[in-house]
């Protein structure tokens, strides 16, 4: 059973920028969402996945990755996947012993901009980075899936 534990944060500065040591490109769409799971394809400029997850709120869920034709990805994204798709550039960022994924998103959700951590444990404990900000990790509207039925293009001020 393949398992994510991951948390979720706000960005409060732009000072994770300059110990960036990767970055990719990335568009994703949803092929479906049941009560239960979502199904995600993902590409960037060379791989393709297709992505299952289970759609329990939290730090911890059910997670299923599969690398599938780069060609069948896009066709998918183009005529299956729910609109707007989620298109966004992924940083690596290293700090304390962990890798952090620093996620900025464009088209209808830009100006969001989160950093996850993937952790072995739910009590793992880790170290903030002076950019880090509030944790969003239960707040469902920073989850990519519901970024696709009601992006942050939309969001009040208050919301954000």
């Known amino acids: 059973m393949a398992s994510e534990i991951e948390r979720k944060f706000l960005i409060k500065s732009d000072a994770w920028t300059a110990a960036v040591s990767h970055s990719v490109r990335y568009r994703q769409g949803y092929l479906g969402q049941v009560e239960s799971s979502s199904v995600r394809v993902r590409v960037s400029d060379t791989d393709a996945y297709l992505n299952i997850k289970s759609a329990s709120l939290g730090i911890e869920r059910l997670e299923y990755e599969y690398t599938i034709p780069l060609a069948d990805a896009h066709e998918m994204l183009d005529q299956l996947c729910r609109r707007p798709l989620i298109e ?21 959700n830009a100006g969001l901009v989160v950093a996850e951590i993937e952790l072995e444990s739910p009590d793992e404990t880790f170290e903030r980075p002076v950019w880090l900000g509030a944790e969003v990790s239960h707040e469902p509207r920073y989850y990519n899936v ?14 954000r």
Not at 146 to 159: G, K, Q, T
């Open 146 to 159: 519901c970024l696709v039925d009601r992006p942050y293009s939309v969001w009040s001020e208050a919301e």
């Open 88 to 108: 966004k550039t992924r940083h690596w960022v290293e700090h304390a012993g962990h890798r952090w994924e620093i996620d900025v998103f464009e088209g209808d």
